[in-house]
């Protein structure tokens, strides 16, 4: 389309429900939802703020730009700002959605560009002057209004601070805002030259559209677990105090002096390795064993997802923004918010026992739970997928890829033998087993002896494919931890000699990136599946090793250089965010992650196209995870064209053997 205006734009809001647990759309659905302040520069003009509290009216021109086809809106984090103005104007759900494509967002720049979340971070890591970054008082200016206050005698047993409150503060407020429009607008400005492709932006507004719809959730099973869940640990806790005679059996310093003291071990912490290690160990007392087994009870964390499931629905029994974007930093794929659906806890009742597993939950009959599952708690946290449902008398579809990463790192590699598996069979684990210990392939079954080799070859497609040594063997838990060492280094000489295509990526990988950060070369791998190169911007400061995927995205790793590693030798560095300690640092990177990364990526592009597929075809996903989509089906939809549409290859992935299977039900599972 062609452009008529640029409006940048930021906005300060109130509402009552907390934001942080209960997510974007239940917090401005709150009926004391308001928009404070809105601050925008139209066409790179100087920032003004309309004080929207003090009755300042958006003036008519900006209205009218607000809303035309034509005009481009950019905020950092635009869902925020789109979907709030839109409860402000009360527009209906269709023409929200609607709005969607005049949107631009500015946090999702900065992240496909390989930089952090966050105004302050991205503005750190850009090294913005500190008056084009945010006011240091920003955050506090915001508990200040922007959230309700705690009645004192101080503020007079107000629940709220207004304006007239603090005028000076609230000044300061008016100039934080117009002053994220001006660190937006230059964070914009720096990245100008990198942009982010128009596939991803209109997969990043169908990301929207998704969070908007929600999925339904069955709130008399959430409302049930809860209260059995509190119940069970009052009674669990009533017994550890019996049971130890402690004033506060929760407390880690009481339990840990009384467990060394019942043991004669030295116990120093509670930690859920060492509870484990404990129990599984020679223990004499029966009380301790008893102990242990009531603190695993009593500490276990997935329950409250329920409490997130219960505080994140809206009026109408949906959660809604349960996906986050670009979540993944660098490769693209989407991370979970609010109940996290990405790391739910997996579920080991027999399917065919659910029903009455949650009947039971619902009935808040714990006694029944008990004499047929056996642990109250556990089979709550087992059925936490559950209470995800399709809509009132529908069903949810379900369909994920099988072995994506193995299928896409094979093509990637050309490793023929692995892509013949997956074009015909598709065993992957018998195949590699076979591979590895040169046993006919029919053997390999259950039944006979050796069948158990099949663990082994699903360990090493699982767990070898990106450099990974023995360890990552026993790391990505395929593999017994007592695995002895010749053993696991065996498995990997031979999956690494099965797979010599696959093992020469990463060295060639690692090499082109070399070439690409000392020389300034671009070079074109996999007959023009891959492209490595340097990319700079001087007079912004921006330098990138960019990967060019076969779809056309990138993979950008900023200031990128060579450093020493942990082992003294040569490594590839750039700066990123570290994932534990969520810091802008340095990192080291090596051919074998490189793959990784550039598989990852690959598999989420895979993923992205069907979810565009299938939403044009129709089919209303609720949610998705890793490569599983979940759709709330309508009459007449059928599991086989969710799995057709999953496994059509992509046109910039010719020969790529991708395939799905799934399931249909009313409720959420794990098959």
């Given amino acids: 389309m062609e452009t008529l205006h640029h409006l940048s734009i930021d906005i300060e809001t109130f509402s009552s429900v907390d934001i942080g647990k209960s997510g974007l759309y239940r917090y401005a659905q709150s009926p004391d939802f308001q928009i404070l302040l809105f601050a925008y520069s139209l066409d790179d003009s100087p920032v003004k703020v309309i ?48 709005w969607l494509s005049q949107w631009r967002c500015t946090m999702l720049h900065g992240l496909y560009c390989g930089y952090p979340a966050g105004l302050v971070a991205v503005g750190r890591a850009l090294g913005l002057d500190e008056d084009k970054q945010k006011l240091s008082t920003g955050k506090a200016l915001i508990r200040y ?17 207004l304006p007239h409150h603090d005028p000076e503060k609230w000044e300061l407020f008016k100039t934080y805002n117009g002053q994220d429009v001006v660190t937006e607008m230059e964070v914009e400005r720096r990245l ?71 043991t004669g071990q030295d116990v120093t912490d509670l930690r859920k390795t060492t509870v484990s290690e404990l129990l599984g160990g020679d223990l004499d007392s029966d009380k301790a064993r008893r102990m242990l087994e009531l603190r695993q009870e009593l500490s276990k964390t997935s329950t409250k997802k329920y409490d997130a499931l219960e505080v994140a629905a809206c009026a109408d029994g949906r959660v809604r923004g349960l996906l986050q974007f670009y979540g993944a930093n660098r490769t693209g794929r989407w991370s979970g918010r609010l109940v996290q659906p990405q790391n739910l806890p997996r579920t080991y009742i027999q399917p065919e026992l659910l029903p009455l597993a949650r009947d039971l939950v619902k009935d808040r009959q714990a006694d029944g739970l008990r004499l047929v599952f056996g642990s109250v708690t556990d089979t709550l946290s087992q059925l936490i997928r559950t209470a995800f449902t399709a809509a009132p008398g529908g069903t949810l579809i379900d369909a994920d890829f099988s072995a994506i990463e193995a299928r896409v790192v094979a093509w990637l590699a050309d490793e023929e033998w692995v892509l013949e598996v997956f074009r015909t069979h598709g065993k992957i684990y018998e195949a590699t087993a076979s591979q590895l210990y040169n046993v006919p392939m029919d053997k390999i079954k259950k039944g006979n002896e050796e069948y158990k080799l099949r663990q082994y070859g699903k360990a090493a497609t699982l767990a070898l494919g990106y450099g990974g040594g023995a360890s990552a063997l026993i790391t990505a838990g395929h593999l017994d931890k007592e695995t002895p060492e010749e053993e696991l280094l065996d498995i990997r000489d031979r999956w690494r000699q099965s797979n010599p295509h696959i093992v020469q990526l990463w060295y060639t990988v690692e090499a082109a990136a070399r070439e690409a950060i000392s020389s300034g070369r671009t070079i074109t791998l996999l007959n023009g599946r891959l492209e490595i190169a340097r990319e700079c911007d001087p007079c912004n400061g921006l330098d ?71 939403e ?33 290859v992509p046109a910039w992935a010719p020969g790529l053997p991708l395939n799905a299977d799934g399931w249909v039900n009313p409720f959420f599972k794990k098959e």
């Fill in 616 to 648: 044009a075809a129709g089919y209303p996903l609720v949610f998705h995870i890793h490569d599983e989509v979940v759709i709330d089906a309508q009459p007449g939809q059928k599991l086989e064209d969710v799995e057709r549409i999953m496994s059509e």
């Fill in 544 to 614: 990138f090793l960019t990967v060019r995927l076969p779809n056309g995205r990138k993979l950008y790793y900023v200031k990128p250089h060579f450093g020493t590693n942990r082992f003294g030798q040569s490594a590839i560095c750039y700066w990123g965010l570290n994932q534990t300690t969520k810091k802008w640092q340095e990192l080291e990177t090596y051919g074998g992650k490189l793959v990784e990364n550039i598989t990852q990526a690959v598999a989420r592009d895979c993923l992205a196209e069907a979810i565009e597929r299938l």
């Fill in 51 to 98: 004080d929207l509290a003090a009755g300042e009216e958006i003036p008519g021109e900006i209205k009218l730009v607000l809303f035309h086809p034509d005009t481009i809106l950019h905020a950092y984090n635009a869902a925020f700002e789109w979907y709030c103005i839109s409860r402000f104007w009360n527009l209906d759900e269709k023409t929200t959605a609607w």
């Fill in 145 to 161: 209004f922007c959230v309700p206050c705690k009645p004192s005698k101080v503020n007079g047993g107000r629940i709220r601070n």
């Fill in 192 to 262: 100008s030259r990198f942009p982010v492709p128009e596939e991803v932006q209109r997969q990043w507004e169908t990301d929207q559209k998704i969070n908007l719809r929600g999925v339904a959730i069955d709130l008399d099973l959430v409302s049930g677990a809860l209260a059995l869940d509190a119940e069970a640990k009052e009674q669990g806790l009533k017994e550890a105090a019996e049971l130890t005679g402690l004033s506060n059996p929760n407390s880690v310093a009481q339990l840990t002096k009384w467990l060394t003291d019942e």
